[in-house]
């Protein structure tokens, strides 16, 4: 299944062929180029891989649905390399999981790679730290696990034969966590060497967070430009601050449609050696699980060649684009903007993000001109002024002529602006997974909303 982030899931066969093609082309190069960029990263410390087993449910014919993901724990073999122990992936709460995810991170002091598939789940890891470090801290001076997670009493049973009470560990960590959490991650694990997660595309933000905030100072490496679909790129420059990826001729077939053609009925298809640097294309892809010619909604810009093939940068999915009246604002576009008003809002910081057109809301919002409802959660600020709001609507109209243009003539109306309360967006990724097949580990936040029911979710928990 599909993650669904910019429309309805789709069901897609998994094939051993794509699941062959992404190890080798993928996990195998991004480890080689991890290596050469980051040496220490060789070393024999164990990672902490944030990652929560999904459920999958049964086709008529015996056939498995689910997202595409494979635990650690069906990898008997590789479970080592991980803090994690085997019984916490047959935890089903992905609550009570992300708990013993950091309990027995923090049991071990020699920690060398934080990973997660995005880093969205690395960033809400350390939310859920701030927040119940004393009791992570108790349970490892005493050696239990907390009384509030309700695993099945075996797997409890599994769990707390390998605790043991560590009172010196617990002291080191209660004095860690009482200097502030600004650079926690370096001092909690001092010999940590890099975290590993995708943070380009919509996952930008959390990566940037990560940097300022928890994991100040620590390396990061965003290794894959993947879908569902398959493995599209691998990142070949870890040191990079630009998230490029080379794409992987052998893992699909790629072609290309050129941004200003993606309107017209039959548009004229471009092949790998057609591109040119500096464009921006749409990607089709043909995969070795059945899917032909398949537009995936990608919008990628090629930065440059290694050897004869295009190395790209993600810009953003076209079901992403805010529309009201054919402007077509695309999500680098309004980020672009945002950040640049945010920078305007004395001690302000985004924590995430996210828009609806007018149109969805109905008569929710009462008559007027079409417009784009925007909420937004921030850190240090706990409301807004009408001034810093229209700060926001003035800076995408210098980012967008066309966007500018409608708003002088009056056709699209001003935009609103919504701060809402801390941990909103994070109730509204588990309300938008109940709803979905997505799991926690494939989950993307989405920038522009198309459920009337979300973007009401989110009015109910507006603060200013």
Not at 303 to 318: A, D, K, L, T
Request: net charge neutral; charged share 20%.
């Amino acid at each position: 299944m599909t993650s669904g982030t910019s429309g309805s899931s789709a069901m897609l066969l998994s094939t051993k062929d794509t699941n062959t093609e992404f190890f080798l082309q993928g996990v195998t190069v991004c480890l080689d180029a991890m290596q050469q960029a980051f040496p220490e990263t060789k070393s024999l410390q164990r990672t902490t891989k944030f990652f929560y087993t999904p459920t999958f449910r049964q086709s008529e014919a015996g056939i498995p649905i689910g997202p595409n993901s494979s635990t650690p724990a069906s990898s008997r073999h590789i479970l080592n390399l991980y803090t994690t122990p085997a019984p916490a992936f047959k935890v089903p709460s992905e609550k009570d999981t992300l708990y013993l995810h950091l309990l027995f991170a923090l049991k071990d002091p020699n920690v060398g790679t934080l990973e997660s598939n995005f880093a969205s789940t690395v960033f809400y890891a350390f939310s859920a730290l701030q927040e119940r470090w004393q009791e992570l801290v108790e349970d490892i001076e005493r050696g239990k696990i907390s009384t509030a997670l309700s695993p099945e009493p075996k797997v409890r049973a599994k769990l707390e034969a390998l605790m043991k009470p560590d009172p010196q560990r617990a002291a080191q960590l209660r004095a860690h966590f009482q200097d502030g959490f600004r650079g926690i991650a370096k001092r909690l694990w001092p010999h940590l060497n890099l975290v590993l997660a995708v943070d380009s595309g919509s996952n930008q933000i959390y990566g940037e967070m990560l940097r300022e905030s928890y994991c100040k100072g620590v390396p990061f490496y965003s290794p894959f430009y993947a879908a569902t679909e398959g493995l599209i790129g691998v990142n070949l420059w870890p040191q990079e601050s630009e998230r490029r990826y080379l794409l992987c001729p052998r893992s699909m077939f790629c072609e290309f449609l050129p941004e200003s053609s993606l309107d017209e009925e039959a548009p004229h298809t471009l092949l790998m050696e057609e591109v040119k640097e500096g464009e921006n294309y749409e990607l089709l892809v043909t995969n070795a699980s059945g899917l032909y010619r398949y537009r995936i909604g990608d919008i990628v810009k090629v930065v440059g060649f290694h050897n004869q093939c295009p190395i790209v940068e993600f810009q953003y999915r076209r079901g992403q684009m805010l529309n009201v009246r054919g402007e077509k604002v695309s999500e680098a576009l309004f980020l672009s903007a945002l950040k640049k008003a945010v920078a305007q809002w004395p001690g302000a910081q985004l924590v995430d993000y996210c828009c609806a057109e007018s149109g969805i809301l109905g008569d929710t919002i009462g008559g007027s001109d079409p417009h784009y409802q925007v909420f937004l959660e921030l850190k240090g600020v706990r409301r807004l002024t009408e001034e810093q709001r229209h700060k926001l609507d003035i800076s995408l109209q210098q980012d967008s002529a066309v966007y500018k243009s409608f708003r002088i003539k009056g056709s699209i109306g001003p935009m609103r602006v919504q701060l809402v309360a801390e941990g909103a967006f994070n109730k509204l990724s588990k309300q938008m997974m109940a709803y979905s097949s997505t799991s926690p580990n494939t989950f993307k936040m989405q920038r522009v909303l198309r459920r009337k029911e979300y973007a009401e979710f989110l009015l109910g928990k507006t603060i200013s």
